[in-house]
C-alpha cells in the first residue's frame, strides 16, 4: 500500500481524501437520524467520532459500512484518482461470550476467515495463517485461549486481528475502548497508532472517552445527529459546542 500522507485539519484536500462524506441523510421512518453530514478522513489519519447516545454514530458506520440507504455522497478517492470502493475492517462494540465456553481464539478466528469445518482437524496451514493474523496485533500468544476467558483488551485484540484480514483501506471501531481497563487501553491505543504507521491505514472510531482523544486523535468529530464541530482534540474540548452537548469543558484553550 503507497504511503501518501495528508495535513490533518487544514482547508481542503487536494482530492486525494481516502473518504469524502458530504450531504450525508439518515432517515428511519419519520425519524431524522443523521443530517447534512460532511466530514474528510485523510490516509494515515486517526478520527475520533464523540457525541452523546442517539446522536448517530452507529448509523454513520453502518451508512460508511454500506448497510442502511442514505441521501448525500460517500466517495472514496485514492492518490491517482482510483475511486473504487475501499476495503473496510469493522470492529463492533464487544460482543459478551459466556465464561464457560469452549470455543477458542482459532476456533472463532478460522470459521470467519476459512470454510474449513471448525470440528475437524485442523491444517497446519491454517493455524499458521491465524497465527500471522494475530501477530498484526501481538496477540500470537491468544491462539488457543478461550473466548469467554478473554479480558476486554484481549477481545478488542482479537476482533482487531480479525478486522485487519484482509488488510482494509479504512479501519472503522465502535467503542473500542469500552471495557477494557486503564493497560489495556494504553496498549490499544498504541497498537492503532502502530497499525496505521506500519499499513498506512486510516482510521475512524468512536469513543466516550474524552481524556484519551488528545494522546491518538489527529482530528474529532462532535455529531449530535449532525456535525456540530471538527477539530484538532484541543479546538474540539474547549470549544462551546462540546460544553453545550456534555455541560463540560475539557480544553485548556479558549471556547470557540
Known sequence: MSVHRHGTTGPGCAGTCCLRVDGLGVNF?????????????????????????????????RT???????????????AGGDKTRPLIGY?????VFDRGDPVSVFDFFSAAISPYPVFLPSPRRLRARVAECLSRVHGEGLLDR???????GELQRVLL?????????ILVLDEPLSGVDIDGEKQLLDMLDEIRTSYDLSILLSTHDFATLGQFADKVILLKNEVLKVGTPEEVLSSREFQDVFHLNLGKGERG
Do not use: D
Not at 470492529?91 to 460482543?95: C, F, Y
Not at 486481528?161 to 483501506?169: D, N, R
Open 146 to 152: 478461550r473466548m469467554g476467558a478473554l479480558s476486554g
Open 91 to 95: 470492529v463492533p462494540q464487544s460482543p
Open 64 to 78: 460508511i459500512l454500506g448497510q442502511i440507504p442514505h441521501t448525500g455522497t460517500i466517495e472514496f478517492q485514492r
Open 29 to 61: 421512518g419519520h425519524e431524522e437520524v443523521l443530517r447534512n453530514v460532511s466530514f474528510h478522513l485523510h490516509c494515515g489519519e486517526i478520527v475520533a467520532l464523540i457525541g452523546p447516545n442517539g446522536a448517530g454514530k452507529s448509523s454513520l458506520f
Open 161 to 169: 486481528a480479525l478486522a485487519l484480514e484482509p488488510l482494509p483501506h
